[in-house]
């Protein structure tokens, strides 16, 4: 090791999901979307002025979908901090919100990139297990108990990723409660799928922020927008430590095409409705199979296959060209990350796993 490596700052990164580049594959590994935006999205992008948009710098303040957005959720009182992608929108909330000694608290088995964040901003923090049945404990969360758990922030991903598991609002209203001296955030990556959004507890309680991306249920992953939703305190906060980082970081396209997407309802609902459809359809073939499948609330089912060892599947999948997720660690690796496709992708899914089987 040379002597100026050692200064250097080293970190175990987050691994996201491979991106082959060859076409003919089946993509079922990192949760995207299996239809594309709504045309306007495709629209809107086209009709822009492509070349002052690539010759300006952005507009910092995100000013026009900050606005769109507050009035599609209604939150005229809230404010609305709009980020790189939800992961950058994350890792601010992460360097604004948790400054504290105490180690903040999110649960074992959930997104790995909070451990991540949290170790290369120096936060100290605590995984709570979740329970057999891969479901977050709220009372490990200080609910109905005196302060078990003293702590600097609470994170829970809900539905949680990767079991798709959901909280009730009511539950989520009770973390929140029960941790009012710090901010909790509530990362709502998949709550399109699950029809309970924590939106509605924004207005009693100032401690929370809540994370929403266009990546999964909008199909803008390439985009890369994601924004969180708060008090005018907290998101001022946000915004203050993001400018000290950087200023341009939305690309004009990918705001004006965040717009358009949020101005198409009926396609928006529509496409959320294939997914579910193929959702309940995968969770019959696949239980039929011998796969222990846990309740989702997302576009994914996490699914443990009892007749064959969830890594040899993975890989014998991956041989065929069909890319599904697999995590080492003790809690998941009997189980394969599946996000749902189209209803074709699906059955060359299945027609593969009776082949390997
Ligand atoms: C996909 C995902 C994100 C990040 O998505 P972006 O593409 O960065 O917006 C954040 N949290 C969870 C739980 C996710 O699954």
């Given at each position: 090791m040379y002597k100026w490596e050692e200064n250097l700052r080293k970190v175990d990164p987050y691994v996201p999901g491979a991106q082959p580049k060859q076409k003919d594959v089946i993509k079922l590994n990192t949760n995207e979307n299996p239809y594309p935006p709504s045309p306007k999205v495709i629209a809107a992008i086209r009709e822009g002025d492509l070349e002052n948009d690539m010759r300006k710098y952005p507009d910092p303040n995100s000013s026009d979908l900050v606005r769109s957005l507050k009035e599609y959720y209604g939150i005229e009182d809230m404010d609305v901090f709009v980020g790189t992608g939800s992961d950058d929108v994350l890792s601010i909330a992460f360097l604004t919100c948790f400054n504290s000694d105490k180690p903040i608290i999110f649960p074992d088995?959930?997104?790995?990139?909070y451990p991540v964040w949290a170790r290369v901003y120096g936060i100290p923090y605590k995984e709570i297990p979740v329970d057999e049945g891969m479901r977050i404990r709220v009372e490990d969360y200080n609910v109905g108990a005196e302060m078990k758990e003293p702590n600097g922030g609470v994170v829970i991903a809900n539905p949680n990723a990767p079991t798709g598991i959901n909280l009730s609002r009511k539950e989520i209203r009770e973390i929140v409660e029960a941790n009012s001296d710090v901010v909790v955030i509530v990362d709502e990556a998949y709550v399109d799928y699950s029809g309970?959004?924590?939106?509605?507890?924004l207005v009693d309680h100032e401690n929370l922020l809540i994370v929403r991306t266009f990546s999964k249920s909008r199909a803008m992953a390439g985009a890369r927008i994601g924004f969180a939703i708060g008090s005018p305190r907290l998101i001022k906060a946000m915004n203050d430590v993001a400018q000290s980082v950087n200023?341009?970081?939305?690309p004009t396209t990918s705001l004006r095409a965040a717009v358009a997407s949020v101005e198409d309802e009926e396609y928006f609902r529509a496409r959320i409705d294939d997914v579910l459809k193929t959702r309940a359809r995968t969770v019959l073939e696949l239980k039929k199979r011998g796969f222990n499948v846990l309740p989702s609330s997302t576009n994914f089912v996490f699914a443990a296959p009892t007749r064959i060892d969830a890594k040899l599947l993975f890989e014998e999948l991956g041989d065929r060209k069909i890319y599904v997720r697999y995590f080492t660690g003790e809690r998941t690796s009997k189980y394969l990350r599946i996000t749902i496709g189209t209803d074709r992708e699906m059955d060359a899914l299945f027609a593969a796993i009776d082949e390997i089987m």
């Open positions: 088995v959930t997104y790995s990139f309970e959004s924590a939106l509605s507890l200023s341009y970081t939305k």
